[in-house]
């Protein structure tokens, strides 16, 4: 059996310590061990998106991170990203777009457009499916979820 690890890394701003196995991912410390469940587990293998986080600056899959590799970096996830008064704006366009159904897809959507619009403030329609083509969603269609993060992307400038 692998000897587990210590590991310290900070997670939505604050310092955090765990536990990891060699082999475990990222994903399973989160949902498992950290109680962070918003983090979704959708296929394990990196093809549908649902578990992105960011790690340093980057969306990433979780499911494909080893928990031992996030050593000193920082992880946002889903459960950072509104603020104590409500909702971010992002979060926001989501609702009134109504870019989503039954939510297993929704938080890396999320993710992916919050590191895209970090990245890009005003990003084309043809960069924001480019940037989402790592997310599946099964339910809504993109259409909507383009027009979420367009509408994001311009209340995020004023």
């Not at 983090?39 to 992105?52: D, H, I, L, P, Y």
């Not at 989402?132 to 979820?145: F, P």
């Amino acid at each position: 059996m692998a000897k587990k690890r210590i590991i310290s890394t900070s997670i939505n701003g604050d310092p955090v310590e765990f536990l990891a196995a060699p082999r475990q991912t990222l994903l399973e410390v989160l949902r498992e061990d950290l109680d962070l469940i918003g983090t979704k587990e959708g296929c394990s293998n990196g093809n549908c998106g649902a578990c992105t986080v960011i790690l340093d600056g980057r969306p990433v899959d979780s499911c494909l991170v080893l928990a031992v590799e996030v050593e000193g970096s920082e992880v946002e996830t889903i459960e950072g990203v509104a603020p104590t008064d409500g909702l971010h704006v992002i979060q926001d366009a989501f609702l009134g777009q109504a870019a989503l159904q039954c939510g297993i897809c929704t938080p890396g959507f999320i993710m992916s457009t919050k590191a895209l619009l970090e990245e890009n403030a005003s990003p084309t329609e043809d960069e924001i499916r480019f940037h989402l083509a790592g997310n599946l969603c099964r339910c809504t269609g993109y259409d909507k979820i383009v027009r979420a993060v367009q509408q994001a992307a311009e209340e995020e400038a004023n």
